[in-house]
């Protein structure tokens, strides 16, 4: 039996997810290669060793970037 | 290039050397391939780029690492559309987390239509980045006395406007840019402004250290010549520069002897 589902915001948009999902699951969920993409939870940097053992939890808000072009 | 002018006249910031002087952007170029053979054309060692949140929808692979080589070019992250000292920071503190360097080109903009540096903001942010352990590059107007209190800040390099972001208008105050140059020791690298080679070469001639554009070389018609152009005239004016110009006169002198005329 798996808990109630949790809402969070993932770059500016809410979404549902599973209880217990870690950042790295999250990354792989939405197809994100975490080589390239660096994640911010509730303002605060996660780095990538602790992206594995870093939950997410309801109401958390998420960023993930990435470089593009610019100037 | 038939000289050894390049194997000597290194561009040093940070503590690391390049033999360009020119670095180049990775923005609004009309396609990825493009904009790789507009880089190579270029010469440039080192290209910018931006911090942006992934596309979720990812109707396209918008990642420009997906089409630069981190190998071959150095990363040089702006913060590119930060208007407070704490988005540069946050922002810059994202860019060091990608993984490439603790080199950041600092950009905290004051206004939206000339995107005009907030000065006070710049120096707060270059303040908290510089005791980060981070290499500020910072993108500042062509004011002497913020330039060399950002290089009392412990910035790494200053990067004065040639003219204002994006506007082609080349370069406005050579006298400023070229008094900057000559009271700071850190690198001075001209940012933005520059629309065509004369301008690129124009503000080498000032002795500045190098020149960093985007797009001049990314909305040419043609891209990749321009970008090639570009790199002659860094270059040619980097040379004239240390060539050492005559002085201007404000009246003719024959440049033919005026002795042995026929009656």
Not at chain 2, 142 to 167: F, K, Q, W, Y
């Amino acid at each position: 039996m798996t808990g109630e589902a949790i809402s969070v915001i993932v770059n500016g948009e809410p979404r549902k997810l599973p209880p217990d999902v870690s950042l790295l699951e999250l990354l792989r969920h939405l197809e994100l290669d975490p080589r390239v993409v660096v994640v911010e939870l509730n303002r605060e940097i996660v780095r990538r060793p602790a992206l594995e053992g870093t939950t997410v939890r309801d109401g958390d808000r998420v960023e993930l970037v990435h470089f593009v072009g610019g100037g | 290039m038939t000289s050894t002018l390049s194997a000597t006249d290194f561009l040093t910031v940070g503590g690391r050397s390049f033999t360009s002087r020119l670095i180049v952007g990775t923005g609004k170029y009309p396609d990825n391939e493009t904009m790789v053979r507009a880089h190579a054309a270029s010469g440039a060692e080192v290209v910018t780029v931006a911090v942006r949140r992934v596309d979720l929808d990812r109707k396209n692979r918008a990642g420009i690492l997906y089409h630069i080589d981190p190998e071959r070019y150095f990363m040089l992250a702006n913060t590119a559309g930060c208007y407070t000292a704490e988005d540069a920071v946050r922002y810059a503190r994202l860019a060091r987390e990608a993984g490439f360097n603790e080199f950041i080109k600092l950009e905290v903009i004051g206004d939206e239509e000339t995107l005009f540096p907030d000065v006070a903001g710049l120096l707060a942010a270059t303040k908290t980045l510089v005791a980060e352990g981070f290499q500020v590059m910072a993108y500042t107007n062509e004011d002497l006395i913020t330039a060399l209190r950002l290089e009392d800040a412990g910035a790494a390099a200053v990067m004065p406007l040639a003219s204002p972001i994006g506007s082609g208008l080349g370069l406005l105050n050579p006298y400023a840019i070229r008094t900057i140059k000559r009271r700071l020791s850190v690198p001075v690298i001209v940012d933005a402004g520059v629309g065509t080679a004369s301008d690129a070469c124009v503000t080498m001639e000032q002795g500045v250290d190098g020149i960093l554009m985007n797009t001049a070389i990314a909305t040419a018609d043609r891209p990749v010549e321009m970008a090639h152009a570009m790199q002659l005239a860094v270059e040619a004016g980097r040379r004239a520069y240390l060539a050492g110009r005559m002085p201007r006169r404000e009246i003719a002198v024959p440049s033919s002897p005026t002795q042995g005329m026929l009656d």
